[in-house]
């Protein structure tokens, strides 16, 4: 089997079911009744039936579909936050979920103290975040502000922190939903070319947009999901051609 | 999996074994001289109780390092890989946690040393002086403390970890992290005060038995310390389990759990003193309280700093069995209900 063959990911027939229960569920009173009566009803969804594909090794994989059509469900299936109802997923790799930036951020911690905070949870060495921090720090142009308390900080100065932290590491697998882009025009410019260094340096990605555009220009495979099925898998261009909303 | 080091694993696991022992026999060994066995004196079976332990222990680890090589499955294997895998989360959570604690406090961590000291004199002088519910206890004041640094310690712990998994909410739907580590980590962070506080306990112990009558001094049966937090800490984490699991599915545990504590607190033997009870008569009380892991935990430190001695080994079985009872209970519940977190967070 050739290098470029390797499998990193194999998603084989995940279903993931929901149960949505009214939010207005009444009185505890209505609801042991109803528990009694076997009346007890959830409205059943499936955010995903039956989905199937697999990632090897260097692909830039996009995967687009509406809203709704379980995109965010099948990240977080992978990136292992939620177990499916059926089906598994394999992992070949270490994989660094860039779901959404700086969710582990602490606002009364120093920007420093968040840096390491921020990278456990993320997965990092300690040796490594030690002898990446003066590239992070260079990168979030936070210098003066960086041993002050997170609640200080501007929105953008936190994100543009959140966004060095995430990207400082070469992952195996990573997973990132719609490209990130934040801070003022010069830091975006800068952020988007960390992005497609990070892509195109022969890691594996999983990539979610709903820009057309952006999933021609990266993407080598792409996932159309609809409705909690796959609709159509495939070479880029060929999917991105059928694909209509 | 990645391969840890089990030769410094059996180096440490070895240190703590040996520095457990010694201030085990040390701090116990009135006890340990005195006690008898079937009619056998304890002394002759002690050294070789160690033996077996350490063989034990040998044995376990040389199990380890099979399985690592070939594989197989090991439940001690698999948390020590776990442990390594995420120690640096660990670490970096519990600073959190401390830091967050006392962060825009002028006194910080002091509070941890000035908290008790305020409550005790607090309730001495309304217990003590004012309600007169001391009857006649002896060194009321430092009766008082050890029930209260240990109340404030277990309290601590389980209001503490019991918000672990709804406050790391914004965590747990974005990376995946093994869910143990919310309320684990929670307690460590709550424990660092716990023993902090046992400074201002043993201080004040000292200064206080100078100026008593009869005279209070610590004894070596304090070495003994460590062995009954420890086994409230291993308690609090099964609480901690139980509890941030419950409070997923049912937010109400929150404040449930506030008149429930108040409740426990009034019923354990902190304020007051059962040898009350005794006098009075009111034996289903005393009886009771035998059911109460808190009383149990609480004199194990008052018969350390009080009488000056070790607590009875049966103590030791009664604290160890509520203590491992309850975090099994927490862990298969926790474990039985993790998946579920997700879609209610």
């Known amino acids: 089997m050739s290098e470029e063959k390797k499998v990193m990911l194999r998603i084989s027939d995940v279903s993931m079911r929901f149960r949505k229960e009214e939010d207005h569920a009444g009185s505890l009173k209505e609801t042991v009744i109803n528990m009694f009566a076997g009346r007890l009803k959830f409205t059943e969804f499936y955010a995903l039936q039956h989905v199937s594909f697999d990632v090897y090794k260097g692909d830039v994989l996009g995967i687009i579909g509406r809203n709704g059509a379980g995109k965010s469900t099948i990240l977080k299936i992978i990136s292992g936050i939620m177990k499916p109802t059926a089906g598994n997923v394999e992992r070949y790799g270490n994989i660094v979920p860039m779901l959404e930036l700086g969710s582990g951020f602490d606002m009364d911690l120093s920007g420093r103290e968040n840096v390491f905070l921020n990278g456990a949870i993320l997965g990092y060495e300690k040796e490594f975040l030690h002898s990446k921090y003066d590239e992070i720090l260079a990168f979030s142009e936070l210098q003066d502000f960086i041993n002050m308390p997170l609640r200080n900080y501007s929105s953008g100065m936190i994100m543009r922190l959140a966004f060095s932290i995430a990207t400082v590491v070469e992952p195996e697998i990573l997973i990132v939903d719609e490209i990130l882009a934040v801070g003022d025009e010069n830091f975006q410019r800068k952020s988007r070319a960390r992005m497609m260094e990070l892509m195109s340096g022969g890691t594996t990605v999983l990539f979610v947009s709903h820009d057309l555009n952006q999933i021609r220009e990266m993407c080598n495979r792409v996932v159309w999901l609809d409705g909690g099925t796959v609709r159509l898998q495939g070479e880029c261009q060929e999917v991105c051609d059928q694909y209509r909303l | ?345």
Request: hydrophobic fraction near 55%.
């Open chain 2, 1 to 345: 999996m990645t391969k840890i080091d089990l030769k410094r694993t059996e180096k440490y696991a070895f240190l703590i074994f040996l520095a457990a022992v010694v201030l085990f026999t040390v701090g116990a060994w009135d006890r340990i001289f005195a006690a008898s066995v079937f009619g056998l004196r304890f002394l002759w079976i002690y050294p070789v109780l160690v033996v077996l332990l350490a063989l034990i222990l040998f044995l376990y680890i040389g199990r380890m390092k099979r399985a690592q090589v070939s594989g197989k499955k090991c439940a001690g294997l698999f948390f020590l890989q776990t442990m390594h895998k995420y120690r640096f989360l660990i670490e970096q959570l519990v600073q959190r946690d401390f830091k967050i604690k006392y962060k825009r406090s002028v006194l910080g961590a002091f509070w941890s040393f000035l908290n008790p000291l305020l409550m005790m004199t607090v309730q001495y002088v309304v217990f003590s002086h004012l309600l007169n519910i001391r009857g006649n206890t002896e060194h009321y004041a430092i009766y008082l403390l050890c029930g209260i640094v240990m109340w404030n310690g277990f309290n601590d712990c389980s209001t503490q970890s019991m918000r672990s998994i709804t406050s790391n909410a914004a965590l747990i739907t974005k990376v995946y992290v093994p869910k143990y580590i919310y309320p684990v980590t929670r307690v460590l962070s709550a424990s660092i005060n716990i023993v902090l506080s046992m400074i201002p306990l043993l201080l004040v112990t000292t200064v206080y038995g100078l100026f008593s009558t009869p005279h209070l001094y610590l004894s070596k049966a304090v070495l003994l310390l460590p062995f009954g937090l420890l086994l409230m800490l291993i308690f609090c984490v099964g609480m901690g389990f139980f509890l941030s699991s419950l409070m997923v599915f049912f937010h109400d545990i929150e404040f449930l759990w506030g008149f429930v504590s108040t409740l426990w607190m009034y019923a354990t033997p902190i304020i007051y003193s059962l040898s009350m009870f005794e006098e009075k008569g009111v034996m289903w009380f005393v009886k009771l309280e035998q059911f109460n892991p808190l009383y149990h935990y609480i004199q194990f430190i008052r018969t350390i700093v009080l009488e000056r001695q070790s607590p009875a080994f049966s103590e030791y079985g009664i604290c160890l069995a509520f203590s491992v009872g309850l975090f099994l209970l927490g862990f298969f519940m926790f474990r039985k209900v993790q998946d579920r977190f997700i879609l209610y967070l």
